[in-house]
């Protein structure tokens, strides 16, 4: 049992977020040997990998996924590893791909940012925010899978750890 302590609701915000990444990220072991080069990796991450389609840095690159600007601090560099080559193995809440269909047939993708009983809002794959009532959806679903592509057969294990090396020194810049 942890004894009460006097934590500003910032401080007890801080705790309860390291617990549960804690609890939701799972110790991973590094597969590579390889040291990678930051340099390399930015060039690969924005040529050859074809990240920024998807993912941006601050306000460059896509909106399918997730803007990467900071995830050098919230992410290990095995997990971010992982996610890239095996991106099904942990979606976070916070990048939930959703699937809509309006009552007109229109289908609408994007990554979830909040639900309720009646609507659901996403960020759809042009960056646009959209909320949507259920009464209007003629179906919807939380996708169980990444839309992200493996990389684990596009890559060397090179070039992998180049992006890595290159992710995780982003902490927040723009």
Same mark, same amino acid.
């Given at each position: 049992a942890m004894p009460p302590g006097n934590y500003s609701d910032e401080q007890a915000f801080a705790i309860v977020a390291y617990l549960h990444s804690m609890a939701i990220t799972p110790r991973t072991v590094s597969t590579s040997t390889n040291t990678g080069d930051a340099t390399r990796g930015k060039t690969i991450f924005e040529g050859k990998g074809r990240c920024l389609?998807?993912?941006?840095?601050?306000?460059?690159?896509?909106?399918?996924? =997730?803007? +990467?600007?900071?995830?050098?601090?919230?992410r290990r560099p095995p997990d971010l590893e992982r996610s890239l080559t095996d991106p099904n193995f942990e979606i976070r809440d916070e990048n939930r791909p959703v699937r809509a269909v309006a009552k007109d047939g229109t289908v609408i993708q994007g990554t979830l940012l909040n639900y309720d009983t009646y609507s659901l809002q996403l960020i759809d794959t042009k960056g646009n925010l959209r909320? +949507?009532? %259920?009464?209007? +959806?003629?179906?919807?679903? %939380?996708?169980?899978?990444? =839309?992200? =592509?493996?990389?684990?057969?596009? +890559?060397t294990a090179q070039e992998i750890a180049d992006i890595v090396s290159y992710l995780t020194g982003l902490k927040g810049t723009k």
């Open positions: 389609t998807c993912h941006r840095i601050g306000e460059t690159g896509g909106y399918t996924g =997730p803007n +990467l600007a900071g995830i050098g601090g919230a909320a +949507l009532q %259920f009464d209007k +959806l003629r179906e919807y679903e %939380f996708l169980k899978t990444s =839309p992200m =592509p493996s990389y684990k057969d596009k +890559l």
